[in-house]
């Protein structure tokens, strides 16, 4: 019998199931499909170090005036959603107001600020380093006066966090990206970050060296969480399974299995879309590139390059509506030579969020036994491996309380959830 369940194997699910198996507790990692092949598979590949500060929601008139047209590239929305979304996106809006967003951030970047080293750690346990390209990233501006802005900002970002960063001239960028077609008036450039080349493989070599620790992988529903006694179990493709503790790290699906359990938190996704290219170049692409002035970002996998959108607001399992990538493509087209499509369709992902940012680690308020890891947004495969720690030491009765005081659910809960026995607490793993 195993001592924990984890439902989800996304970067956070294998993060949090390799930290625990390594404390000696015997976990059974369940997902429906292979591990790392969801919004851990689609994403940019950024281990971001410099993202320090989260995606707030965006406050000044133009830009709200520009969202509402919905036809922008950054940020568009599904008006059949918006009533369901709007209580979670007006609390979005609300801890975006500058005092508390700084307050907000602060706690956000004792996670990122420890990402990369725990990456690191698990890049090397696991055999993985070949798929790590370690020289940062770049952002490309157009305009001068928005470069000059984005360097005062990286400024700060130093002053404050101590993360360096780089600027490039239109010849130094024509030099580094010799394809491209647009002349930009520079870049601002992140070195600290690394960059994943296969975002999936990364998820398969951790969980790998998760079944080499003696873990135990297996395919599932995680609907099937029930509680058995004072433990809990779930259905299996080999049969039933029985733990004292689970762990939801469901990312994006995390909203349902907790509203099954009687919470009702406030998560919403922001979707997002990716589409391989062939290289039509004579150099090809050999950094990633943020195009600063259109939010997509163009990156040099191992599918081909891949062009990934920014946020589409909409409910979780509403058909796909890839205007915004089409719109992104066309603009990439303009600035790097890409081939044709490799993908028969467009991948669809959601960044899975909640209202202030933060992701929502540590134990479920009204359910002993049961555990949370989810809402990491635009950096769980950034904050996997940290969140894991965290949890796996809180679970163990190892950690500093202090680590993960900011990211407990109960900040989202006025009343226990219906059905549920808000009880005693205790650390079992
Ligand atoms: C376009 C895009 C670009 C991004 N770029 C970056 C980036 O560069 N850097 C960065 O740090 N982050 C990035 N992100 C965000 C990042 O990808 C996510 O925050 C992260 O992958 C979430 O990981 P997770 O483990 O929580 O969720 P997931 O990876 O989605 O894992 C959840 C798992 O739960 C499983 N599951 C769901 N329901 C069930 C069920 N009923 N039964 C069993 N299993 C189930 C799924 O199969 C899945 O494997 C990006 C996201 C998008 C969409």
Redesign the pocket.
């Known amino acids: 019998m195993a001592d924990v369940i984890v439902?989800?194997?996304?970067?956070?699910?294998l993060s949090v199931a390799i930290h625990l198996q390594r404390r000696g507790r015997a976990v059974l990692l369940?997902?429906?499909?292979e591990?790392?092949?969801?919004?851990?598979y689609?994403?940019?590949?950024?281990?971001?170090t410099e993202a320090v500060r989260p995606y707030r929601f965006p406050r000044d008139l133009p830009t709200l005036l520009g969202v509402a047209g919905n036809r922008r590239v950054d940020a568009r929305y599904h008006w059949r959603a918006l009533p369901g979304l709007a209580p979670a996106l007006a609390r979005y809006w609300w801890h975006s107001a500058p005092a508390r967003y700084r307050g907000l951030a602060a706690q956000y970047a004792t996670l990122i600020r420890r990402a990369q080293a725990e990456h690191a750690e698990l890049i090397a346990a696991s055999g993985a380093g070949d798929l790590v390209q370690r020289r940062g990233y770049y952002k490309l501006y157009r305009d001068p006066a928005a470069l000059a802005a984005a360097l005062a900002d990286a400024e700060q970002v130093r002053a404050e966090y101590g993360i360096p960063h780089g600027a490039l001239d239109a010849a130094q960028v024509a030099r580094l990206e010799p394809d491209l077609r647009v002349a930009v008036a520079g870049a601002l450039h992140w070195p600290e970050p690394w960059t994943v080349r296969d975002p999936a493989a990364l998820a398969a070599a951790y969980a790998r060296y998760f079944v080499s620790l003696g873990g135990s992988l297996v395919r599932?529903?995680?609907?099937s969480l029930r509680r058995q006694g004072s433990g809990w179990r779930v259905e299996t493709r080999d049969g039933p399974a029985e733990a004292a503790s689970a762990v939801i790290?469901?990312?994006?699906?995390a909203g349902e299995a907790t509203r099954r359990l009687g919470y009702r938190l406030p998560l919403f996704v922001k979707?997002?879309?990716?589409m391989h290219y062939r290289p039509a170049g004579s150099a090809g692409l050999g950094n990633w590139l943020y195009d600063a002035d259109n939010y997509y970002l163009i990156t040099p996998m191992a599918q081909g390059i891949r062009l990934?959108?920014g946020a589409e607001f909409a409910a979780l399992a509403a058909p796909p509506t890839p205007g915004q990538l089409v719109a992104a493509e066309r603009i990439a087209r303009a600035l790097f030579p890409l081939g044709e499509r490799v993908d028969a369709a467009p991948w669809l992902?959601?960044?899975?969020c909640t209202p202030d940012m933060k992701p929502v680690i540590g134990p479920a308020p009204c359910h002993d036994g049961l555990w949370f890891a989810?809402g990491?947004?635009?950096?769980?495969?950034?904050?996997?491996p940290i969140s894991g720690r965290l949890l796996a030491e809180r679970m163990v009765g190892a950690a500093d309380p202090a680590d993960l005081a900011p990211f407990g659910a109960e900040r989202f809960l006025r009343q226990p959830p219906n059905g549920a026995v808000a009880g005693r607490r205790r650390a079992r793993g």
């Open positions: 439902l989800g194997a996304g970067m956070v699910g369940l997902d429906r499909r591990p790392g092949y969801e919004t851990s689609g994403n940019a590949g950024i281990i971001q599932g529903d995680a609907a790290a469901l990312g994006p699906w979707r997002g879309y990716h990934t959108t992902g959601a960044r899975p989810f990491h947004g635009h950096h769980g495969f950034t904050l996997g």
